[in-house]
């Protein structure tokens, strides 16, 4: 399920830019969309999932135009949205939420339905848990009843919202590798602004700022962005002042400071390679040099 934006705009009222004029194209897979908070990810999300309509552009789904009432329609049939904050009902056990949700989505065969929640509390890991209310739940369980109803019609195309905010440590790792799972054969579109969430997950990715496309591509031409910008300072003197400091770890009786900078800041720098985290900063950097406000 590919996905087109073309010159896609949305501006909320009181004149908020939420989106300045997308073009991008998502291929078949697991891709990330990343950027910080007010970026416009939800923005549009919801415009792909055709809860809000955009101001102006294109959106093509699998060579469908979600403008159109045929095209909303086909796309609506194959698609499967984790929104930022599910609302799910507490006192409902995670089984019978799920046969809500499908009641809603239109699977009307009782046997059908069970079925299929059967399978899906199966991917999801949730079978022992099925029949607790979803009141004594953890986030990351919360989480994964919230992939098992966006799975319900079995989508070709999962669009998931921040879903790893919050998460403890064990429970991200777990969500993040089920989302890889899920992306075999068909479309999984992360929203994240943690980029270990896109390192761990994604071979490529759009980076949103402030409403526009900043970068999109392969995780590695985002790493080579940081190319021989990266130096590691060990000092017991001063932090270095020239670049940007992105982490500080004492060692012995110095600190090893990891550095961003375009040159070396400081005469005993060592050059470092860069990970992503490196290129998502200095492409950050670099544009706010260009587009400071
Ligand atoms: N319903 C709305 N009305 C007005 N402004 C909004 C609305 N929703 C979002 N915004 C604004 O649009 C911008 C993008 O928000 P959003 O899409 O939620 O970004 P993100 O999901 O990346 O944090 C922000 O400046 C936000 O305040
Ligand atoms: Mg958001």
């Not at 607790?132 to 919230?146: A, D, I, N, T």
Request: proline share 5%; with cysteine; net charge positive.
């Amino acid at each position: 399920m590919r996905i087109e934006l073309t010159d896609l705009t949305k501006t909320y009222k009181g004149n908020v830019h939420a989106l300045r004029g997308l073009n991008l194209d998502i291929p078949t897979g697991m891709y990330g969309l990343l950027g910080s908070n007010g970026a416009g990810k939800t923005t549009l999300m919801r415009i792909l999932v055709g809860l809000i309509k955009p101001t102006s552009g294109t959106v093509r789904i699998g060579g469908h135009d979600i403008a159109s009432g045929e095209g909303k329609l086909a796309v609506q049939r194959t698609l499967g949205y984790l929104p930022q904050n599910l609302g799910v009902y507490p006192d409902l056990t995670a089984r019978r939420f799920l046969d809500y949700i499908a009641l809603l989505k239109g699977l009307d065969s009782r046997t059908e339905r069970r079925r299929r929640i059967n399978e899906l509390l199966e991917v999801v890991a949730l079978t022992e848990e099925a029949d607790r209310k979803l009141k004594g739940f953890s986030g990351g369980m919360v989480q994964r009843v919230g992939i098992a109803q966006a799975l319900l019609t079995d989508p070709r195309l999962l669009v998931v919202d921040e879903p790893t905010t919050g998460l403890d440590p064990e429970e991200r790792i777990r969500f993040r590798n089920l989302l890889s799972q899920l992306a075999g054969d068909r479309t999984v579109l992360l929203s994240t602004h943690i980029v270990d969430d896109v390192a761990q997950t994604c071979r490529s990715l759009a980076v949103l700022a402030k409403g526009r496309l900043v970068f999109h591509g392969d995780v590695g031409a985002l790493v080579s962005r940081a190319a021989h910008q990266v130096w590691t300072v060990t000092t017991s003197g001063p932090a270095p002042t020239w670049g940007r400091v992105v982490s500080a770890l004492p060692e012995g009786t110095g600190v090893r400071y990891r550095v961003i900078a375009a040159s070396p800041p400081d005469p005993t720098a060592r050059p470092t390679d860069p990970g992503l985290e490196d290129g998502y900063l200095a492409l950050m950097e670099s544009d706010r040099l260009t587009h400071p406000v």
